[in-house]
């Protein structure tokens, strides 16, 4: 027989191999011998190649369904006796499996076309779903199954309705019929090429032709052996395919499981037997475990019982006789063996059993394709729809021995009746990028949801209520990405309810037992979620991606199983190397959703850990999979899991991703159909399901649009009449016209006379969300002090803005505003009468859309004690009662009007310009001092500054805030204090000799008259009016006794200057008090050694004491020096230059403690050479 290829036949010095039919009619001896050619590693590489290069594509969509169910209907159903013959002559099977076999393959081909064309017309009427060809211009390689070989046909053909191109290799005795098959298809009308049979699954044939496919080929599907379904994609990832997508049905380990009932049971006896036999024609394979009720049961007694029912079976050799039960062959077991020792697990693939006391072996049922559980009661068989295999079958025997009774194996009947199901990321028998025989998953895996379009305009949609937990996660996206993911949230949920679980008709099962008839079996095909682990490496941060899934995962309608989080390399230093967000998306997901972490140090530690998982390792939302690790490739395949790159944008594909198919199958009598259909939905909604279940959705419904003009565009609200059009002229000036290119007033421009350009509109945000247009208008009904009633939809993760009534107060820009418990406050700004210092209070009351909503503005003060100013912030303090009482207001431009005669290219007098300043102010509810503020600080140690960043920092203690950046035209590299307290600057460097670094030196003690001494000067900074002192006095201790004991002394020496940022901290007893209050610089300096005492103060040093007093040994454990000053008097004896810390505190310690060393070496160069100039 010619092997033919791109059209051309193989050369006849290609290696050959012969076959015969393995047996004759009646069972007689072999009547046809068969000669092939054996392709070698050219043929392989040229068929790839040249496919590519002539790129050779799959027809369209509407023209490949035409050709497909032409060949479907008239060659294949219409020649269907001539494809039985073909299986039984080389099978061999029995005509009746023949049948069984062909009319699977059969079914599973006309669902999948089926729902190919029901894609096709949704995508021209309703326009909501698609077709999805992820095969476009790619190749397949095809390996069907020995026992099993018409499923090959069944791949093909699916692998062509997703685009696909076909290479299909096949055992030498099944090349003839699949010749057939392929010459089929081209007289339908595909085009030549995209099917290319060939022979090689043989010992004949050479290894490297294999390799050499599995080495270019873009994906892999195998039925058969998981073994060799393995070794198959492991040998691609050796070959450098990496990329290669791999999909199988294969082996398990399937068993059958007595619970409270004897395998002396005729029916038990009858079913096991059935189960470990033969199951000729149909799809899963043999039982290979009986687990007995060792209370009811011994090994020998379930062997004597399983061999007593092997009686009742009929062997024969004749595939024609239609009465046969099981149909021998040459070198197949010629009867069933019953195994009582553990000789170490195999796949028997017919007529071997092991019998086995129930959790004596343990064998899960995640190894599974078929399990089978007999119970008392159909009840009781159902507590194993927690199991794990793809197909799981019940069966509940009467007490009565000889009343009539159903059975099952670990198949339940031949399809199309039969219902299977896929439990991928679960079991090893479903491995790779496969979703098991007709489920949903597979024959909808050509379809996906329409991406957005303007019909989402137009179109009602379901809105759920998200859990807490998923606004949670969803916070972690961007905004953007919250509002489209959450309504593909509602989507994908809506596409749960279409395909919610039912109970099938019943169908014939097998005989029955103690009666005539056959069994009833009734299937509800349910909805399990994979199984899901994510990925990721260090440095990566928070894929969107994985957030994404976790929200699904937290909104799914299933009972969720939690996840596996693996976090590459972050295990080398501790889980504190993992930062935020990651940090705080690992804190929710591991508390809310249970979700397993796993810190892997590095690659080999995690591939290790992949190949003892439990269960096959399914990755989801991987970037790259070709660039993973060898290691992590190999470790996966060699688990039967996969790697799945990215997210699916659509909700169908998201639902196909996070679920699977496992089927839930009955068998029983007539009489009990009504209880098993019950008790299939009780096991559902109590095993399925989660424990809460979410509300029924929202309809939302789009608004009727009058003017509509088409296109899909509506009426803008502008209105139509044209009668003011006359009152523009050529003359008229736009108001870009009264600017240059940078926005400054132009030289012609005039002083401001009126408020134009700023505004004092007022929004507030709400957390409902009104989409459309004609939403928005009992918004702005408020506006009017109108009350609306409208019902807008709650959204509390986007929400909306809603527009108030303008404020009283004049238009305004850099105006500072800060909440508090008594509302917002709003102070200063600019106007376009120059600089302001009133102050106004915000609060509002009453429901949303009412004119209370909207609140009300009063004018606490009209002019503040501060000068007037714009630019500068305000910071709010919250007590311990939480609520914000104490405001402080920091710097700002302010003290002289608005110069707008300002033009380009001119430099302002200095005498007349806005200076910035560095004041701080306080304010307090309880002082109500908004009129009169109390002012902390005339001159605070950083420079006068505007516009900066000022946040409050609880991080660092109770009552702190930060600053930094910000405006100033006489910006210094850094800043020092001097004697009288202000900052000394030449030019715009600070003055600094050059011999000698930069010091400062910063004092805290507790009195109202805090002092602080150093030899280069007094710095009070911390009271209302600075207190200049050159020298330190002779006895520091008598310098301090007027005002009071030194609570407290710290000098600490920088050799790096300090250079931004300013941390404030204060104290809670009197916010608006100055002596509270103490100023420390945290930024521009590494510091090399930190210092801790005993109350919980820190600073920082660059050198070490000179002086150790001994060690001290923290809670840790860790060693450290100190220093211990007991007398005050001392400190005058010490040189300034040399660090030293002097603090009262408890114990009279201080710790330094050595931290890393990170001077930035080019920052100092640049710094000498600056102090040289």
């Given amino acids: 027989m010619e092997v033919m290829l791109l059209g051309n036949p193989l050369p006849s010095d290609r290696k050959m191999a012969t076959f015969q039919t393995p047996t ?47 060949y479907l209907s008239e060659e294949f159903l219409g020649k269907s006796a001539e494809h039985v013959a073909m299986l039984t002559a080389w099978g061999p099977k029995a005509i009746a499996d023949s049948e069984g076999e062909f009319c699977e393959v059969a079914a599973l081909m006309r669902l999948s076309l089926a729902a190919y064309q029901a894609t096709l017309q949704a995508n021209t009427s309703d326009f909501q779903f698609e077709v999805a060809r992820a095969g476009e211009g790619r190749d397949c390689l095809v390996m069907p199954p020995s026992n099993f070989a018409l499923l090959g046909i069944k791949d093909t053909f699916h692998m062509l309705l997703k685009g696909f191109r076909v290479l299909l290799i096949v055992q030498p005795r099944f090349f003839p019929h699949f010749r057939e098959i392929q010459l089929s298809l081209s007289s339908c009308g595909l085009p030549d090429g995209l099917v290319e049979v060939l022979p090689g699954i043989t010992p004949e044939a050479d290894p490297a032709v294999l390799h050499e496919a599995l080495k270019h080929v873009d994906r892999l599907q195998f039925t058969g052996s998981s073994q060799m379904f393995k070794s198959l994609v492991l040998k691609a990832i050796e070959l450098g395919n990496t990329r290669m997508e791999h999909a199988g049905e294969v082996s398990g380990l399937n068993k ?46 379930v062997k004597g019982a399983l061999l007593e029912a092997e009686a009742a079976f009929k062997a024969g050799r004749d595939p024609a006789d239609d009465s046969l039960d099981i149909l021998l062959r040459d070198g197949k077991a010629q009867q069933l063996e019953v195994k009582t020792e553990k000789e170490g697990f195999r796949e028997w693939w017919e007529k071997t059993i092991l019998a086995s006391p129930q959790e004596q072996v343990k064998l899960q049922t995640n190894q599974s394709l078929g399990h089978c559980i007999y119970a008392p009661s159909i009840e009781k068989a159902l507590e194993g729809v927690t199991e794990e295999a793809s197909n799981l079958y019940f069966v509940g025997v009467p007490a009565d021995t000889l009343a009539p009774s159903a059975r099952a194996g670990t198949t339940g009947a031949k399809l199309p009746e039969s219902t299977f199901g896929g439990m991928k990321s679960y079991t090893y028998a479903v491995a790779g990028d496969h979703d098991g025989v007709g489920t949903i998953q597979t024959i909808f895996d050509n379809t996906r949801r329409r991406g957005a379009s303007w019909r989402d305009q137009e179109e009602a949609f379901a809105q759920y209520e998200l859990t807490e937990v998923a606004e949670m996660l969803l916070e972690f996206l961007s905004p953007r990405d919250q509002q489209t993911f959450s309504r593909q949230i509602s989507n994908v949920l809506e596409i749960f309810k279409a395909f919610a679980p039912e109970v099938t008709e019943p169908y014939a099962g097998q005989g029955l037992v103690n009666a005539e008839g056959r069994s009833q079996l009734v299937t509800l095909l349910a909805l399990k979620p994979s199984r899901k682990h994510f990925l990721i490496p260090r440095g990566v941060g928070l894929p969107e991606d994985i957030v994404k899934m976790a929200a699904l995962c937290a909104m799914s309608p299933l009972k969720e199983v939690p996840a596996d989080l693996h976090l590459l390399d972050a295990a080398q230093a501790g889980k504190l190397r993992v930062t935020d967000p990651l940090k705080s998306f690992v804190k929710v997901v591991e508390k809310n959703l249970k979700w397993r972490i796993h810190y892997h140090s590095d690659v080999a530690e995690l591939g290790s850990a992949l190949e003892q998982a439990e269960h096959p390792p399914y990755f989801f939302c991987i970037k790259d999979r070709h660039m993973l690790p060898t290691e992590v490739l190999k470790a996966v395949a ?30 029983c009598t ?58 523009l002229s050529d003359d008229s000036e736009s108001d870009d016209e009264t600017k240059d290119v940078k926005g400054t007033p132009s030289e012609t421009s005039e002083k ?131 609520e914000v009482e104490t405001v402080l207001l920091v710097g700002g431009f302010g003290g002289e009007p608005f110069n707008s005669e300002v033009i380009r290219a001119e430099e302002q007098d200095p005498a007349v310009r806005p200076n910035p300043r560095n004041d701080i102010w306080c304010g307090n509810k309880d002082l109500q001092n908004w009129g009169q503020w109390t002012q902390m600080a005339p001159s605070a140690p950083f420079s006068a500054r505007a516009q900066f960043g000022a946040v409050i920092a609880p991080t660092i203690s109770d009552f702190s805030f930060v600053l930094f950046g910000g405006y100033d035209d006489n910006v210094p590299g850094w800043w020092r204090t001097s004697g009288d307290g202000n900052s000394a600057y030449l030019g715009t460097l600070p003055v600094v000799s050059s011999d000698r670094a930069l010091r400062l030196f910063c004092f805290t003690k507790m009195s109202s008259a805090e002092q602080g001494l150093s030899k280069g000067g007094v710095h009070k900074q911390n009271t209302a009016e600075p207190v200049g002192m050159t020298e330190p006095p002779e006895d520091a201790a008598a310098a301090s006794s007027s005002e009071g004991a030194i609570g407290a ?20 007893d009197d916010l608006c008090d100055p002596c509270y209050w103490k100023f420390q610089e945290v930024h521009g300096f590494t510091p090399k050694f930190k210092v801790l005492f005993k109350d919980g103060f820190t600073s ?24 211990q000053i007991k007398e005050l008097s001392e400190a005058k004896m010490k040189d300034p230059g040399d660090p030293t810390i002097l603090r009262r505190a408890p114990g009279g310690y201080g710790f330094i403690e050595v931290v890393e060393d990170a001077f930035d070496e080019p920052e100092k160069l640049q710094r000498r050479k600056l102090e040289a100039t």
Avoid at 276 to 300: I, R
Avoid at 1100 to 1105: D, E, G, Q, Y
């Fill in 24 to 70: 004759a009619p009646e069972g007689g001896s072999p009547k046809r011998t068969v000669h092939v050619a054996l392709p070698n590693v050219e043929d392989i590489s040229k068929v790839i190649s040249e496919r590519r290069e002539q790129k050779l594509a799959v027809p369209k969509a509407d023209e490949l369904v035409k050709i497909l169910d032409k």
């Fill in 256 to 301: 059958v499981r007595l619970n409270g009932v004897s395998a002396s049971h005729p029916a038990v006896a009858r079913g096991t037997a059935w189960a470990a036999m033969a199951n000729n024609g149909e799809l899963c394979t043999s039982a290979s475990l009986v687990e007995f009720d060792p209370a009811l049961d011994t090994v020998e007694a």
């Fill in 638 to 667: 060699l688990q039967g899991g996969y790697f799945y790159e990215g997210l699916p944008s659509d909700a169908f594909s998201l639902f196909r991703s996070m679920t699977a198919t496992q089927a839930w199958t009955v068998s």
């Fill in 670 to 727: 007539t009489d009990q159909l009504k209880e098993a259909e019950e008790q299939l939905l009780k096991s559902w909604h109590s095993k399925g399901l989660r424990e809460d279940p979410h509300e029924e959705p929202e309809i939302i419904k789009p608004k009727s649009r009058e003017m509509d003009i088409g296109g899909g565009f509506g009426d803008t609200g502008i209105p139509t009449s044209d009668d003011k059009w006359d009152e």
């Fill in 752 to 882: 401001p006379t009126s408020d134009s350009g700023l505004l004092n509109d007022v929004w507030r945000w709400t957390r409902r969300r009104c989409t459309l247009l004609e939403d928005m208008q009992p918004l702005e009904a408020a506006r009017f002090g109108l009350e609306c009633s409208y019902k807008c939809q709650d959204s509390p993760i986007y929400g909306q803005w809603a527009q108030l009534l303008d404020a009283p107060w004049a238009p305004r820009e850099d105006a500072a505003a800060v909440w508090t418990s008594s509302g917002v406050i709003l102070a200063g700004g600019r106007s376009a009468l120059g600089y302001t210092n009133d102050v106004w209070l915000w609060q509002y009351a009453g429901e949303f859309c009412t004119a209370q909503w909207q609140g009300v503005w009063t004018q606490l003060t009209p002019q503040a004690s501060w000068l007037p100013r714009h630019g500068h912030r305000l910071v709010g303090f919250a007590g311990d009662n939480g």
């Fill in 1049 to 1068: 002394y710290v000098a600490v020496d920088f050799d790096d200057g300090p250079e931004t940022g300013l941390t404030a901290l204060t104290s809670e």
């Fill in 1100 to 1123: 920082f040093l660059t050198t070490l004491p000179s002086t150790e007093d001994g060690v001290v040994v923290d809670e840790d454990g860790d060693e450290h020096r100190y220093v």
